[in-house]
């Protein structure tokens, strides 16, 4: 019975390590390379130079979808495309799980909203996710133009699914890039990340 | 004149309605209803309300520290002139693996929220009290969905000794058992110190453990300051026992304190007790 019982944690040590995070906020942040919408391989290597942020969704989630039917996770898109910042929306639902289209379903997913990202990554294999340890979706990561990883968490400060905690919410996203475009430290570089768990 | 009128007709009406539960709030997931411990008030004593959950199987709500994922369950209570409204308090939550890599803490089957309500000694005997609280939560199973609605109860209010509500009674004592009991140093006495990786818990133990303590695990009140999904280390030392909790990558850089609830596991018993133990180092 205790045999059984050690075993069972060596086992729950072994998989929290998949995704327990590789990365870490003033590091590098480590280079991935998977398909767009249109099946072409993107990497993140690609858009040296610039600031690039990774937010990991599934529009099947209440906690995303408190983000889009309001419009505040497009708004952040496009004002910050705007400014020059690339923008991956990623999907690392798996096959069979919620969240999970394949790409035709999901470019009209994303029409339908008006997603206003750089480009929406499919990561059905996990393989991009737990590289990042992406727990929830959402869960957003900030990367600079030298490759440093300068945010990881949450969207903001309020985590619920109601839409109308958006209005009053600090926005961690708006606020670290804010900062870091105006040359400044980030404050808060890591906070806890909310939403539904990322379906891998 | 009128006045009377009025009232004697506000006062018709409100007898032809049922005392008790109005319907509950249902989702697929989830059933919300507000219970009473009593079945009627009397004026200057307390008496426990409760809302109650029910989950369909597989179904969980959250804790108010949910985890990784999902999010605390919220009641929020209408405030009514001649009662005092206490703090909700949780029974001890259950950990829950979510995947390989997201532990969650919440309730499943049926949950009880417990809160007391002191009456006023002046509360108008003859009027019934009417309790409402806005309620509301996510449920998660392979995937989250959330719900809300409004739960309300009537009670009379009369200057007798209440009788236990037969429905309910049971349920109430037992959820009273699952409450967490403040610790004291007769339990344990507890120190708290953290490193760059974790917090370590060092529990002597005091006249109210008598026997063998063979398991403890700290659920966090603080969001973002542990890491959930990691095992906690339990294990003796010469002055009694040491629990090692690993941090979150998301930890407040010197947070003040461990607050939360500490399970005891014994070889004949569980218990949880609330704990707030200044943090050095």
């Known amino acids: ?200 | 004149m009128m006045r009377n009128i009025f009232t004697i007709g506000f006062l018709l009406i409100l007898n032809c309605l049922d005392y008790g539960e109005a319907a509950p709030v249902k989702t697929e997931e989830v059933e919300a209803e507000l219970v009473t411990e009593v079945e009627l008030v009397q004026p200057g004593r307390p008496f426990w309300v409760a809302v109650r959950f029910a989950m369909a199987p597989g179904w969980h709500i959250y804790w108010k520290n949910p985890g990784d994922s999902g999010m605390a369950t919220s009641v929020e209570w209408e405030e009514v002139s001649g009662v005092k409204i206490q703090e909700i308090q949780w029974p001890a939550p259950e950990r829950i693996r979510v995947s390989p890599s997201l532990v969650n803490f919440g309730y499943g089957g049926k949950v009880l929220l417990l809160t007391e309500i002191h009456p006023a000694n002046s509360l108008d005997a003859g009027k019934p009290l009417s309790l409402t609280a806005q309620v509301q939560w996510v449920a998660c199973q392979e995937i989250c969905v959330p719900g809300q609605g409004e739960v309300t109860v009537a009670l009379p209010v009369k200057r007798e000794t209440p009788q236990v509500n037969s429905k309910w009674g049971k349920e109430f004592e037992r959820t009273r058992g699952l409450l967490p009991i403040p610790l004291t140093s007769e339990v344990f006495q507890l120190t708290a110190t953290q490193g760059q990786e974790k917090f370590i818990l060092k529990m002597i133990p005091g006249k109210l453990i008598s026997s063998q303590v063979t398991g403890s695990y700290f659920f966090p009140e603080d969001r973002g300051m542990v890491d959930y999904d990691a095992e906690q280390l339990f294990r003796q030392i010469p002055e009694g026992y040491e629990l090692i909790i690993k941090r979150s990558s998301a930890a407040d850089r010197f947070p003040d304190s461990l607050k939360g609830v500490l399970l005891i596991e014994e070889i004949n018993q569980k218990r949880v007790f609330s704990m707030n133990v200044p943090l050095k180092g």
């Not at chain 1, 606020?175 to 768990?197: H, I, R």
């Open chain 1, 1 to 200: 019975m205790r045999l059984l019982r050690l075993m069972a944690v060596a086992m729950m040590i072994g998989f929290s390590g998949w995704v327990c995070a590789a990365v870490e906020t003033g590091q590098p942040a480590p280079d991935f390379s998977t398909a767009d919408l249109q099946g072409n391989p993107r990497a993140l290597s690609e858009f040296k130079g610039k600031f690039v942020v990774l937010e990991w969704f599934n529009y099947d989630c209440p906690f995303v979808k408190k983000h889009y039917s309001t419009g505040n996770m497009q708004n952040l898109q496009k004002t910050y495309a705007e400014k020059g910042v690339i923008w991956f929306s990623i999907n690392s639902s798996a096959p069979g799980k919620q969240g999970n289209y394949p790409p035709d379903q999901m470019k009209k997913m994303s029409e339908d909203w008006s997603t206003a990202s750089t480009e929406i990554l499919l990561d059905p294999d996990g393989t991009v996710g737990k590289m990042y340890g992406a727990k929830t979706t959402p869960h957003l990561f900030i990367i600079a133009p030298e490759g440093k990883l300068i945010y990881m968490g949450a969207i903001d400060d309020r985590p619920s699914t109601n839409p109308e905690d958006v209005k009053g919410a600090t926005n961690y996203v708006q606020k670290a890039l804010d900062e870091a475009m105006n040359g400044q430290e980030v404050s808060e570089p890591v906070t806890q990340s909310y939403g539904c768990s990322v379906k891998y």
